[in-house]
Structures are given as C-alpha cells and as structure tokens.
C-alpha cells in the first residue's frame, strides 16, 4: 500500500485522486445526512461539521505544504543537512538569479501599469458610446482564452523568417516591418527586448480585465459631482484628472494589486514562448526548473518561498484598502 502515500506510476496517481474525490463525496454526504436527520445538535457540532473537513484539507492541502517548502528551503537537496540562508544567497547573487529576479520585477511593474492604464483609458472614451458593447467586447475576449493559447497565438505573431530571397515572413510583427522597409526581428531571442515582448502577452490579456472594473466604477460615480465639475469650468483631462481618477481610486488599487498578484504567478507565458531561454525566466518559472528539471528542490523551495514573500505585501496592501474603502462608506 505505499502507492496511497508515494504513486510513481500514472495509474496509481489516477487512482489516488479517483479515491481522493470518492472519499470527499462519502464525507461529506455523511455530514449533511447527519445534520439532516439529527434536528438537536448544538451549533458548534453543525458549524464543526461544515467546517472541519474545509479547515482538514486546508491543513494538509496548504499549510503543512507551505511550512514544509520553508523548512527544505534551510537544508540541502537530500533534506538532510542544514546550510542556513545558502539558498536565499545564491538566489540574489549568483548573475543566472539575478536576470530572473530582474525580469520578475519588471513584469510586476510594467504588466500592472500598462494593462490599468490602458483599461481605463479605453473604458472612459468607449463610455456612453454608441457601439460601448461591442468595443468592450472586443478588449474584454483575450480574456477568456488560456494564458497557453494566448502564447501560442503570440508566438504566431512573433515568428521569425530569415529575410533571404522569397522567403514570405508569416509573423505578423515581421511582415509589418518588411512592410515598413525593414528587416525582420526575432523578437524572442533578442535580450533583454525579447523580456517586453512577453510582457506585451500579460497586457493584452489583462487589459480587459482593468477595463471591466474600471468602467463599472465610472458608471458608480454620482452624477451630481460631475454635473457640479461641468458647472465649474471642468472637462476633459482636467475631468478625468480631478473627479474620474479620485473617485474610482479603490477600485483603482483592486485592478493594480489584482493584476499585480496574477503576474507574480505568471508561468504559462514562459514556458510556452521560450521555455524560460534566451534571458526571459521569472521566479516562478525558475522554481519549477530548478525544483523538476534540475534536480535542485532545495534551492527551488527558496524561490517559491521567495515569490510567497513577494506577494504577502501586496496582499495585506490591498486588504488595507478595501477596508479604508469600506470604513468611508
């Protein structure tokens, strides 16, 4: 019976997760038959219930995990024996770490700035149009594509072809630019650029997410206060400027630390466009190189423990916020 605690094989791995959601159906159709038919049971049993097997897969599920990441992230790759903050060192001296430390902190920048910015403008000058529907649809749809099949049409885009003879460039970029009388790039190749236009990726897809919010929280401002900013000389930029941008200011911080959060994730970009090669990998995608294919789960386990302390600022930041929203209400 070891396979229930180590599968190696594909079988064993299906199985397990077969009896995994079996057994989560078991328990908890035990729980609600059994809050069902007993009518007198204390509220802390109802409420243990409920919450037990949440706060039981949350254990094993997340914290035990977490903790656990943190402690291999103090020891070497056979867990045996203890070195400190060698990992951690490694990670912010070592010139490979630091290219990855650079590129993850541009994609935090950039992608969150640029999508928002974006967002916005679009959904104030699509707002109260008469075509408002269809042109926030069309921002709106790389949203529903997988970040895998946004690489993949990206890539398309990219494509390169050597300009000799009649070789026809099937890139979208290049041909473009043999348009414009200039010689085909390889945009994915070429450091440190080839970084941007990856990021240029994340943008695309959120842009649209920034824009749905964003023009949610235009239609919410009262028309009082704008009607009293026209009477007072205001419009354009000074409209946007001084009643637009403050009064959607919460919802403005939920777009940032929202996109800001997804992008700290972003592994699917990577690996699909460059595979992380040529100078573009970020801690994310570093993690799961060194921590599967290189046979490093040590020094993987301090990355990830690293992108974790990345996000936890962000987190609390934009927890403060929404309750400082809240208390204004």
Known sequence: MDWLIRPDTTGEKLTLMVLAILLFVVVMGVILFGVDRIKRLPVWVVALGFLGPTLLFLTFGLLYPGLRTIRDSFYDNSGDAFVGFDNYVKAFTEDQFQIVLRNTLLWVVLVPLVATFIGLVYAVMVDRTRFESFAKTLIFLPMAISLV?????????????????????????????????????????????????????????????????????????????????????????????????????????????????????????????????????????????????????????????????????????????????????
């Open 149 to 329: 099949g946004a690489s993949i049409i990206w890539k398309f885009v990219y494509e390169y072809r050597p300009d000799q003879g009649n070789i026809q460039q099937i890139g979208l970029a290049n041909q473009i630019l043999v348009w414009l009388g200039l010689p085909p790039q390889q945009f994915l190749l070429n450091q440190p650029w080839n970084t941007l236009f990856l990021i240029a990726v994340m943008v695309w897809i959120q842009a649209g997410f920034a824009m749905t919010v964003l023009s949610a929280a235009i239609k919410a401002i009262p028309d009082d206060i704008v009607e009293a900013a026209r009477l007072d000389g205001l419009g354009g930029a000074k409209m946007f400027r001084f009643i637009t941008v403050p009064s959607i200011r919460p919802a403005l911080v939920v777009v940032l630390t929202t996109i800001a959060m997804a992008t700290l994730k972003v592994f699917d970009i990577v690996r699909t466009m460059t595979g992380g090669n040529f100078g573009t990998s970020v801690v994310a995608y570093e993690y799961y190189t060194q921590s599967f294919r290189a046979q490093n789960p040590a020094f993987g386990a301090a990355l990830a423990v690293l992108l974790f302390v990345l996000v936890i600022p962000i987190v609390v930041y934009n927890v403060r916020q929404l309750r400082l929203s809240e208390e204004i209400r």
